[in-house]
Nanobody, 120 residues
């Protein structure tokens, strides 16, 4: 059974950078469409960005600061986050197995999430 495992979260100062990873265990072929979402306490899970074989799409709030990439095999996807803001702490999730969309319902498979904390 394929599982997604996120890693790379942690504490960073505002203005700093983190790179999150999303690895597919139990899968040797490319993940296809992968999305990143985040959820802050008391808020709904929101779209951050997505990537498929044709390109990427980002939420307006992160465009120009966040970048999604993947390894050559396509089984690990990365979210490079630069210039993090103090209002961006959240649990960050990767998702796969669905359509190239911005809604949580567009994706079938989810990781457990990784916590990102941004200090002022």
């Amino acid at each position: 059974q394929v599982q997604l495992v996120e890693s790379g979260g942690g504490l960073v100062q505002a203005g700093g950078s983190l790179r999150l990873s999303c690895a597919a265990s139990g899968r040797t072929s490319s993940l296809g469409t992968v999305g990143w979402f985040r959820q802050a306490p008391g808020k709904e899970r929101e779209f951050v960005g997505a990537r498929n074989r044709l390109g990427t799409s980002y939420a307006a709030a992160v465009k120009g600061r966040f970048t999604i990439s993947r390894d050559d095999a396509g089984t690990t996807v990365f979210l490079q986050m630069n210039s993090l803001k103090s209002e961006e702490p959240a649990v960050y999730y990767c998702a796969a197995g669905g359509r190239f969309g911005t809604r949580t319902s567009d994706y079938d498979l989810w990781g457990q999430g990784t916590q990102v904390t941004v200090s002022a």
